[in-house]
């Protein structure tokens, strides 16, 4: 079982990401997949998430009009557009799978990813 968390990169005030991240070992249709960030000296904090088994979504108040999470089952894979970044923005994020449904406390998570860096310049 895998999660690959790829995409993150520089970018200034404004502009846009995308995130991926591709499952395998288990398919995205019983799982729920949740994005996760954690900027330096901060806690963790849940970003957003999708549920692969009926494709329903919820985002953070700090990401909402910003953020889309969609998924794409062919693929196995799930991704997190991110538009209108700000510096805040910044931090490694990472992906996990949740059997149970969507929840942005990242407890109780079945697997995590390795973090992709997102750094936002003003």
């Known amino acids: 079982v895998q999660l690959q968390a790829s995409g993150g990169g520089l970018v200034q005030a404004g502009g846009s990401l995308r995130l991926s991240c591709a499952a395998s070992g288990f398919t995205l249709d019983y799982y729920a997949i949740g994005w996760f960030r954690q900027a330096p000296g901060k806690e963790r904090e849940g970003v957003s998430c999708f549920s692969g088994g009926g494709g329903s979504t919820l985002y953070a108040d700090s990401v909402k009009d910003r953020f889309t999470i969609s998924g794409d089952y062919a693929k196995n894979t799930v991704y997190l557009q991110m538009n209108n970044l700000k510096p805040e923005d910044t931090a490694v994020y990472y992906c996990?799978?949740?059997?149970?449904?969507?929840?942005?406390?990242?407890?109780?998570?079945?697997?995590w990813g390795k973090g992709t860096l997102v750094t936002v310049s003003s």
């Open positions: 996990a799978a949740d059997s149970f449904g969507c929840n942005l406390s990242g407890m109780g998570m079945d697997y």
